[in-house]
Nanobody
């Protein structure tokens, strides 16, 4: 079981910045892709940004040029630097990671989600 814990959310004025962090923990695992998704009440979860184990990134069109995703493989951590924030960026942001883990001598794939962190941008 791989657990993800996010931090860094909060309230910020439009035009401001926030940095989200997500740390993965567990036993005997190797992470492939990591990403950030957001979900407003009553809406489907949508991709914000994703980064592969090799560092390749992709972003939602709505955040390109404003958000930067990065990762520290040694710390099993993914970051999301959010700049020039807009009120429409207000959402619960969830971290995701997929990869493989060793459990009971078996190699298993995992696809884990964090509990989410609230980002609120005031106008």
């Amino acid at each position: 079981q791989v657990q993800l814990v996010e931090s860094g959310g909060g309230l910020v004025q439009a035009g401001g910045s926030l940095r989200l962090s997500c740390v993965a923990s567990g036993r005997s695992f190797s992470i492939n892709g990591m990403g950030w998704y957001r979900q407003a009440p009553g809406k489907e979860r949508e991709l914000v940004a994703r980064i592969s184990s090799g560092g390749s990134t992709n972003y939602a069109d709505s955040v390109k040029g404003r958000f930067i995703i990065s990762r520290d493989n040694a710390k099993n951590t993914v970051y999301l630097q959010m700049n020039s924030l807009k009120p429409e960026d207000t959402d619960v942001y969830h971290c995701n990671a997929d990869g493989i883990s060793l459990s009971d001598s078996l190699v298993r794939t995992f696809d884990s989600w964090g509990q989410g962190t609230q980002v609120t941008v005031s106008s």
